[in-house]
């Protein structure tokens, strides 16, 4: 599928140090390295296409974002690849509930994604694949865990077809038959592990199954549901195997498997089992995993319609730096609530930034620190190896806005070219950018 277009990343004299990240897995900071030396593969779990983008949405990406730069900066070829989840229940009901055609409305959003991304200055993955461009290669996958007796057809009694079966993952077979063992990449014990597959999608009381904690892979057609003809029957594909799929055959070496913490399990846990399952070896080196953004006391969520968008803020003007600024002012590791302060604070704090690329800003002026000078003086290159060490230790994108903020109060109303550039590689945020020259939003 199209991707969106590049932003422009200066190149930073010097190189930065190699990234740490926390990892699930092993429950602590790794160096972000694969197994190729100096270069990294990334798959970042996509979003499934309606109410996009909203602030946990845009946090998450920007998180990934900040690693990619990090990257760029230490001298790493990085590839990454992003799904979108263009068939799947929620979507189906959602589409079923608004009268509209799930295609379009899968349509519609990605391309607002799209554009949120673009305007967030989020560097585009080299392959941006929907599961509707899979679905002969999810199916091949299936047949492949059917033959090898990692999955197993269960009857589907309420299918279109008499006879039909779902397959389903044998989760207790692969933890013995391969490098995977369920838990290892989530760290989660059994109650919290049945108690999460209920919420997210699972079905743990499904009739026929080996174990409550067998996920579907493979989904036999419903009435009034899409469905494809393939190898495995008429149906569509399950949610954990589309990211397995999509990761093994874009990726040579999965460095980095990201996203939401809501992600952990079971979609990340079941991806790495039906991955090792196809392949015998460990599915990522890293699970790499963003907090969640709350909004009025919970979760930002599609089901609770809790949603601050992009765009909403976009079309009532808010310049998207301020919202990447208001993203980056929170570490990406923990949960966080957005509120009217965190875009208020990041305005002001553009504001501030502004003067370094001789931009007088709306609110600058006799703005705060001008001549003030709390922070202690700093070369522009010191000012880029302290953003560089924080953005190396675990994307801390909050210890690199206020070694900024404290640099802009040492050299009140400077002019700085490097500190601009630190700021535009590292952080996404391009301080010369007229907000104004952006181009309209296109509709779909
Ligand atoms: N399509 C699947 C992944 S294969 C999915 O989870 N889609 S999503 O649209 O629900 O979410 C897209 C990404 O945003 C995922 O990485 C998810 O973990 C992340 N995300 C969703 N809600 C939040 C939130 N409130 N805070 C932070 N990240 C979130
Ligand atoms: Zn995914």
Known sequence: MRSWSSPSVPELPGTGPVPR????????LANAVGHEEGRVGVYVCGITPYD???????????????LQRAWRDAGFEVRYVQNVTDVDDPLIERADATGVEWRELAEEQTNLFRWDMESLGVLPPDEFIAVTEVIDEVAAAVDTLLETGFAYRVAAPNAVEDGATDVYFDVQRAGEQTPWTLGEE???DLPTMLSLFAERGGDPDREGKRDPLD??????????EPAWDTTVGRGRPGWHIECAVIALQHLDDVTVQGGGSDLIFPHHEMSAGHASALTGQDFACLYSHAGMVAYEGEKMSKSLGNLVLVSKLRAKGIDPRAIRL???????????EWTADT???AEERLQRWLPLAGVVGAGAGAGAGAGAGTGEPVSAADLRDRVREHLANDLDAPAALAAIDDWVDGNPGATSPEAVAVIHALLGVDLTADPDA?????HS
């Open 186 to 188: 989530s760290n989660y």
């Open 326 to 336: 208001a993203l980056l002012a929170n570490h990406y590791r923990s949960d966080w």
């Open 438 to 442: 952006r181009p309209p939003h296109h």
């Open 21 to 28: 990240i926390h990892d699930t897995a092993s429950q602590g």
């Open 215 to 224: 996920p579907l892979l493979w989904l036999s057609a419903r009435e009034g």
């Open 343 to 345: 875009l208020s604070t």
């Open 52 to 66: 996009a983008t909203h602030m946990g949405h845009a946090a998450t990406y920007v998180a990934f974002d900040t």
